[in-house]
Structures are given as structure tokens and as C-alpha cells.
């Protein structure tokens, strides 16, 4: 059973940028693919991005691509989630994942979930 922590959630101004990590416990980190969700309200879950298992390789959501870049640290058994060019529309609660498959993240499947952490941007 994996446990997984977001944080640096918060309030931002439009054009902003924030930093999540996501730290993971209670199982071997590298053997999973991690993945980054957002939900907002009256919204479903989306996908944001995701890292493959030795964090070479990286997908994102077209909404964010260019904007937002995610990394991993082994090392650390943390995920990282860089927000540049934060709009309105990035608000939500944003959700980190670990996967034991890379490429179907982006189907919003994945095994284990954190709790969230609140992302606000101010227009």
C-alpha cells in the first residue's frame, strides 16, 4: 500500500507559479509511474501530467503543456508538479497518483491516490 502526500498548494495570482510535491511512502517508489489529476468543482477528474518510472519520459495535458513541467526524485521518493503561467482555469484540487502503468494514466488510471491540495488562481 502506497501513501501519497501533496503539497504547496495555494493561492496565486494569474501569470504565477506554484510547485507541488508529492511525497510517497510505504512501498518501492521507483517501480511506479506517477501521475498529476485535477478536479475542480461540478468538474471530473482530469489529468494534468505524468512521469514514467525513471522520470526520463513525461506526458502532459494539452492545457498545460508548455506551462507546467513534472519531475521525480527517486532519491527522495517525491514527485514534483513546476506551475508556470498559472490561469483562472488551472483552479482546482490537484491530486497526485502512483500508477503501475505508465502510458494509461492519461485515462485517469492509476492504483493509489492522494488526498489533494488546493490550487487557486486569482484573475
Known amino acids: 500500500q502506497v501513501q501519497l502526500v501533496e503539497s504547496g498548494g495555494g493561492f496565486v495570482h494569474t501569470g504565477g507559479s506554484l510547485r507541488l510535491s508529492c511525497a510517497a511512502s510505504?512501498?518501492?517508489?521507483?517501480?511506479?509511474?506517477m501521475g498529476w489529476f485535477r478536479q475542480s468543482p461540478g468538474k471530473e477528474r482530469e489529468f494534468v501530467a505524468a512521469?514514467?518510472?525513471?522520470?526520463?519520459?513525461?506526458d502532459y495535458a494539452d492545457s498545460v503543456k508548455g506551462r507546467f513541467t513534472s519531475s521525480r526524485d527517486n532519491a527522495k521518493n517525491t514527485v514534483y508538479l513546476q506551475m508556470n503561467s498559472l490561469k483562472p482555469e488551472d483552479t482546482a484540487v490537484y491530486y497526485c497518483?502512483?500508477?503501475?502503468?505508465?502510458?494509461?494514466?492519461?485515462?485517469?488510471?492509476?492504483?493509489?491516490w492522494g488526498q489533494g491540495t488546493q490550487v487557486t488562481v486569482s484573475s
Open positions: 510505504g512501498g518501492t517508489f521507483s517501480s511506479y509511474a
Open positions: 497518483a502512483a500508477g503501475s502503468v505508465y502510458g494509461t494514466m492519461r485515462n485517469n488510471e492509476a492504483d493509489f
Open positions: 512521469v514514467n518510472r525513471s522520470g526520463r519520459w513525461t
